[in-house]
């Protein structure tokens, strides 16, 4: 088990497995696409989406 060879083909086969999984466009990765803000709209009203998300968040915590 202390081969070096044997750890080559496990992390080869590693980054395969890893690299199959996450570089093809799989349709279960578009099922819930994400709405982004139009980047137009983001300059317009940067500090108003920032408030609304914190407000948003110290809700969340303060409800626990």
Do not use: C
């Not at 070096?4 to 690299?19: D, E, K, N, R, S």
């Amino acid at each position: 088990m202390g081969s070096f060879q044997m750890m080559v083909l496990i992390y080869a086969g590693g980054a395969a497995l890893t690299t199959l999984v996450t570089v093809p466009n799989w349709p279960f990765f578009n099922r819930h696409p994400l709405n982004w803000l139009d980047p137009s709209e983001a300059e317009k009203h940067p500090k108003q989406h920032a408030q609304k998300q914190n407000a948003t968040v110290f809700k969340k915590k303060s409800s626990k």
